[in-house]
């Protein structure tokens, strides 16, 4: 067990050390995902809270250099604006840059969850393995058969990205949530 517990240790804190800064092909620091992914489930848990309304839904949130992606199904368009509120008003969150894809109806079946994630899968193995997009620098969730990309990328990558996801078996749509990098002042 103390083998598992001083493995454990020396890799936390070889991600720490190697994640201080970004790199050129991925210009996000370790300390930059940390914040995103705590921030994800903060938002969860803030919106969770809001209602108990919310328990029956199927909710996913995902974050991206403080763009914040709602993803799921909730029971009614109240639900779908509360859980919109609850994120804007939280700190850390621009609400310019919260996206509500809720959608109203009953939660996907746990088989379309993992189609999802094998979609998922597909369109980030083709991202990376491209030449024309830099794929660490999107993230893509997929959501009933709906692929979202999200990250900071020049126009033309952002096209090049659409163009590699959609050949990807068993994508439905395709919505960008990008920031774009060279349409910036």
């Avoid at 899968?121 to 893509?140: N, P, Y």
């Amino acid at each position: 067990m103390k083998t598992f517990y001083r493995a454990s240790l020396l890799y936390a804190c070889l991600v720490l050390i190697s994640g201080c800064a970004g790199t050129q092909e991925s210009p996000r620091s370790t300390g930059m995902l940390i914040d995103d992914n705590v921030l994800e489930v903060m938002i969860e848990r803030e919106i969770r809270g809001a209602d108990e309304s919310f328990k029956g839904s199927h909710i996913v949130v995902a974050v991206f250099d403080g763009i914040v992606l709602l993803l799921g199904q909730v029971a009614t368009n109240q639900l779908r604006e509360q859980a919109t509120t609850a994120t804007e008003n939280m700190y850390k969150v621009d609400p310019a840059k919260v996206h509500n894809h809720l959608t109203v109806s009953g939660p996907i079946s746990m088989l379309a969850r993992t189609n999802d994630g094998w979609l998922t899968t597909k369109v980030k193995t083709r991202l990376l393995a491209s030449d024309q997009v830099k794929g660490l620098r999107i993230k893509v969730i997929s959501e009933n058969g709906i692929v979202y990309l999200m990250g900071a990328v020049t126009q033309e990558q952002a096209d090049a990205a659409v163009a590699v996801a959609q050949r990807a078996f068993g994508v439905q749509k395709i919505v960008k949530v990008f920031t774009y990098t060279d349409l910036q002042s």
